[in-house]
């Protein structure tokens, strides 16, 4: 069975920059028929997806947060990564990281999420 | 690209049907067979329970039911049962390998 995990610092003070790492168990990333992807959600908010990569390392950003979005693979450890920089407190949210198929679109495993809260 | 737009909340009694809405543009749910739908419970991960419009994973009841007209999907649970009260959202690719949701709905079981 697939498993998702997101991992990284719960405070980031504004300005900094947010790194998540999103490790893979169960199966792995090399494959062509998934991409890797960020989906976050502010409190009391909805879903935003954020952007996903390839196993490759082609990556696919929300044109809202690409100026400051930077994600990146590491296939030998079977983890990726999300960097959000000059982050506000209107990046609070629940970061989760999701495996979406590259025919389907559909998000069809998920990690638990991560709370990251953005303050001084 | 903006939130697709779904009812905050939608109800109904155990054992009734409910329909859940999601209203996009011609660039996201008019011109994508590519909508899913996610219950998502508080606090967990969300779950994919509808995909490619219609298609339901295996191990999603056939309670659960997805279908699209023009710009609007919608997502049919019959036969409600108490553990379907969740968050309901809805995704559709947006072209360029965008993925765009919509804002949510608070299933309520009455």
């Known amino acids: ?120 | 690209q903006s939130a697709l737009t779904q009812p905050p909340s939608a109800s109904g009694s155990p054992g009734q049907s409910v329909t859940i809405s999601c209203t996009g543009t011609s660039s996201d749910i008019g011109g994508s067979d590519f909508v899913s739908w996610y219950q998502h419970h508080p606090g967990k991960a969300p779950k994919l329970m509808i995909y490619e419009i219609t298609r339901r994973p295996s191990g999603v009841p056939d309670r659960f039911s997805g279908s699209k007209s023009g710009n609007t999907a919608s997502l049919t649970v019959s036969g409600l049962q108490a553990e379907d009260e969740a968050d309901y959202y809805c995704s559709s690719d947006a072209g360029s390998n965008n993925l765009v949701f919509g804002g949510g709905t608070k299933l309520t079981v009455l």
């Open chain 1, 1 to 120: 069975q697939l498993q998702l995990q997101e991992s990284g610092p719960g405070l980031v003070k504004p300005s900094e920059t947010l790194s998540l790492t999103c490790t893979v168990s169960g199966g792995s990333m090399s494959t062509t028929s998934y991409y890797w992807g960020w989906i976050r959600q502010p409190p009391g908010k909805g879903l935003e997806w954020i952007g996903n990569i390839y196993y490759s390392g082609s990556t696919y950003y929300n044109p809202s947060l690409k100026s400051r979005v930077t994600m990146s693979v590491d296939t030998s450890k079977n983890q990726f990564s999300l960097k959000l920089s000059s982050v506000t407190a209107a990046d609070t949210a629940v970061y989760y990281c999701a495996r979406r198929g590259v025919t389907t679109s559909k998000l069809d495993y998920w990690g638990q999420g991560s709370l990251v809260t953005v303050s001084s």
